[in-house]
């Protein structure tokens, strides 16, 4: 079963309006954490945020949050402000705490963002 | 410091030869792993390694091996290139695999191998 689902492959969003990239994840680990990255054209891959299980606020790091839903077991990233450089692929991933220690970083098959000027 | 760093950054390969792929950190990180991408399906983990002298599969290991001989240093060795193994291979490491998910601990990635197999 797929442990993290990104149902977006591709995402239009126009410069300077805010865009939600869905993320959800299953585990039945009660401590593990949530990942954001973002590749761009150039290939690397860029770290965005990052959200524990057990933090109890939503965490945010710049024009970047994450809104977690728990219960719900979903992950989404909220982009605001747009802008033309965060036009990349945007990967969801998931570190699970104590199960399957060692493969325990799993990504999400990704969605691509195009931001419009 | 440098980081993560993958050589070569490109490679084309005939079928049935055998190379490695280099990674090094110089973050003193006790995890590293191998990652292939393929468009459509994310990271897919090749192996991984949770410290020096100790490595092992994931979900992709078939044609593939790995050693981890000092804490810097996770090469990759395809054993007799497919095509099916065309693909771009990312290296990464983090400090460690706990349970404590109060520490970010992300993975940092390598720049990346594209590899192609004819």
């Known amino acids: 079963a797929q442990k993290i689902t990104q149902t977006q492959p591709g995402m239009f969003v126009q410069e300077k309006e805010a865009v939600t990239l869905d993320c959800t994840y299953d585990?039945?680990?009660?401590?593990?954490?949530l990942f954001w990255y973002k590749q761009p054209s150039s290939g690397e891959m860029i770290f965005l945020i990052y959200q524990g299980s057990y933090d109890e606020q939503n965490a945010t790091e710049g024009r970047y949050s994450l809104n977690f839903q728990k219960a719900r077991k979903s992950a989404n990233l909220v982009i605001s402000a747009s802008q033309l450089g965060d036009s990349a692929m945007y990967f969801c991933?998931?570190?699970?705490?104590?199960?399957?220690?060692?493969?325990?970083?799993?990504f999400g098959p990704g969605t691509r963002l195009s931001v419009l000027p | 410091n440098a980081g993560v760093t993958q050589t070569p950054k490109f490679q084309v390969l005939k079928t049935g030869q055998s190379m490695t792929l280099q990674c090094a950190q110089d973050?003193?990180?006790?995890?590293m792993s191998w990652y292939r991408q393929d468009p459509g399906m994310g990271l897919r983990l090749i192996h991984y390694s949770v410290g020096a002298g100790i490595t092992d599969q994931g979900e992709v290991p078939n044609g593939y091996n790995v050693s981890r001989s000092t804490t810097e240093d996770f090469p990759l060795r395809l054993l007799s290139a497919a095509p099916s193994q065309t693909s771009v291979y990312f290296c990464?490491?983090?400090?460690?695999?706990?349970?404590?998910?109060?520490?970010?601990?992300?993975?940092?990635f390598g720049p990346g191998t594209r590899l192609t197999v004819l």
């Open positions: 585990t039945s680990d009660q401590s593990y954490g």
């Open positions: 991933a998931m570190r699970e705490g104590l199960l399957n220690y060692g493969q325990n970083f799993v």
């Open positions: 973050m003193n990180h006790e995890y």
């Open positions: 990464a490491s983090s400090w460690t695999t706990s349970g404590d998910t109060s520490e970010v601990d992300e993975q940092f």
